[in-house]
């Protein structure tokens, strides 16, 4: 069997990115063999509890999406407090120290979303209390726990872990490396109506009367309201992180997330963004995320199928061509939140076939021209005919094996971010 050999390293120093950064969502621990990334997701307690062999293949990467690890999709979690903690045995729902650690561990930028009740319209001019929380556990490792912070909103940008600590918090973890950025996301793919998120903000933003000017959609949803009021919830948490790093801070990723390639939507944020009545603060975003998938109409087995990809990866880069020139009009990065291949008929056929390692060289140089980060969907994650969006398909598998994940191994390595 012929072996093959990644060595694939980070290069730091001060001058800017080459090319486009490269980083990666997780599947979600319950959707594949839990222990491909802890060494016993149940038994959680030690002060490393990475499977090694997991950290040797995540080290390419330069930033880690998290949403599916914290159950971002339809989560219950309204509160602060009703969050993971680190201390559970089980993380099958992932603890933020964990997150952090991980990032920590490897040099890579940390991608969170907030669940989407924990902003709703009552809010008003208010700071997401949740994404306040969060921001000082990522910034300080103190979590405050339940402790009121209205006394404190003005101050603290400027405290440290340990006046934080002698305001009721408890230091549960290191902070986030100085040189890693926080990437912060209201919820995920709020747009997109399988997701029970989606039809919240629709609710909410019909309740706030964010859009009164378009009609309503044939279900009888007017879905305008539901994409301005994304934009609404993700300014207070954009607030709540300008509280805590500083309006200036350039470790902060505010991140707003569009379907494919919609300069429609991203019409409906920036009319709310530049709303004093919804923006009182003037807060911004510094980048628009984007999911340029290629292939869902694709058949894994077609004698075809090889050449039908390489014509969607084209078309995927055209879809987002319109909104790389609005982002870039409107001073914004624009950024991959998710991307790959999606095929999802004979899907593993395809994924298996070495065709793919090409394939991705071309989709990576295509979305180059667009994207300056790029958040592939996902690492480990199992290969069957309805989806593979993995990767790798396991942890540890033979890396002549997954075609993917060698691509973009070589990507990182001729494309080493340099300046995180």
């Not at 004979?346 to 667009?370: F, G, Q, T």
Request: proline share 5%; aromatic share 10%.
């Amino acid at each position: 069997m012929k072996t093959i050999t990644l060595i694939v390293g980070v290069v730091w120093s001060a001058t800017a990115v080459l090319g486009m950064d490269l980083g990666s969502n997780f599947w979600n621990l319950k959707w594949h063999k839990p222990d491909d990334c802890f060494r016993d997701v149940r038994n959680v307690i030690s002060d490393n509890p990475w499977n090694p062999q997991f950290l040797k293949e995540v080290a390419i990467y330069h930033s880690f999406r998290f949403m599916d690890w914290d159950y971002t999709n339809g989560s219950p979690r309204e509160q602060w407090m009703q969050r993971p903690q680190k201390n559970a045995p089980e993380q099958l729902v992932v603890a933020y120290e964990w997150m952090i650690d991980l990032c920590n561990r490897l040099n890579a930028d940390m991608w969170v979303c907030t669940p989407h009740l924990t902003i709703n319209r009552h809010r008003g001019d208010q700071p997401s209390d949740y994404a306040l929380r969060l921001c000082l556990l990522v910034k300080t490792g103190v979590d405050m726990r339940d402790v009121d912070l209205t006394p404190w909103l003005d101050k603290l940008s400027a405290m440290s872990a340990e006046q934080l600590i002698k305001a009721g918090g408890v230091k549960t973890c290191e902070p986030l490396q100085p040189r890693l950025k926080m990437y912060l996301e209201y919820s995920n793919e709020t747009w997109n109506g399988m997701f029970q998120q989606a039809h919240y903000c629709v609710e909410e933003g019909t309740a706030l009367a964010l859009d009164p000017k378009t009609k309503a959609g044939n279900d009888g949803k007017l879905w305008s309201n539901g994409f301005r009021f994304h934009a609404w919830a993700a300014i207070r948490n954009f607030r709540a992180a300008d509280l805590v790093w500083g309006a200036d801070s350039k470790r902060v990723v505010r991140v707003w997330a569009l379907q494919g390639g919609s300069t429609f939507q991203a019409q409906q944020h920036q009319e709310v963004v530049k709303d004093a009545r919804h923006n009182p603060w003037g807060v911004k975003a510094d980048a628009i995320a984007s999911a340029p998938y290629f292939g869902n109409k694709v058949s894994g087995n077609s004698p075809e199928a090889v050449a039908q990809l390489r014509e969607a990866i084209r078309e995927a880069g055209q879809k987002v061509a319109g909104l790389k020139k609005f982002a870039a009009a409107a001073g914004l990065k624009l950024i991959a939140y998710e991307g790959g291949q999606h095929v999802i008929q004979k899907a593993s056929v395809i994924n298996r076939n070495p065709a793919m390692y090409d394939l991705y060289h071309e989709y990576l140089r295509e979305m180059s021209k667009y994207f300056s980060h790029f958040s592939h969907y996902a690492h480990v994650g199992g290969a069957k005919d309805r989806g593979a969006w993995g990767c790798m398909e396991r942890t540890g598998q033979p890396l002549e094996q997954p075609h993917k994940y060698r691509a973009l191994a070589e990507w990182v390595k001729t494309h080493p971010r340099t300046d995180p």
